[in-house]
């Protein structure tokens, strides 16, 4: 049976990141994703950087409208 570590490392990344949108500490995220708690604390500074940064302006080029 083969293992995935890097698989697994990205699931609970993505779980991680999942529950910070909810507002949920980096001590509950470590202890339900088997995050270190480090990486955790690391990963939640990221997201909130992140989350305070504004929106680009024009993310996606818009259609071009024909008229």
């Known amino acids: 049976m083969s293992h995935h570590p890097k698989g697994k490392a ?3 990344r993505q779980i ?3 529950m910070m949108r ?5 001590e509950l ?4 994703t088997g ?3 480090k990486k955790a604390q690391k990963l939640q500074k990221v997201f909130i950087q992140k989350s305070k940064m504004p929106k ?3 993310p996606k080029r818009s259609p ?3 008229v």
Not at 22 to 26: D, M
Not at 29 to 32: D, V
């Open 10 to 12: 990205e699931t609970a």
């Open 16 to 18: 991680a990141l999942n």
């Open 22 to 26: 909810s507002n949920i500490y980096a």
């Open 29 to 32: 995220i470590a202890q339900f």
């Open 35 to 37: 995050l270190i708690l």
């Open 56 to 58: 680009s302006s024009n």
């Open 64 to 66: 071009t409208l024909w």
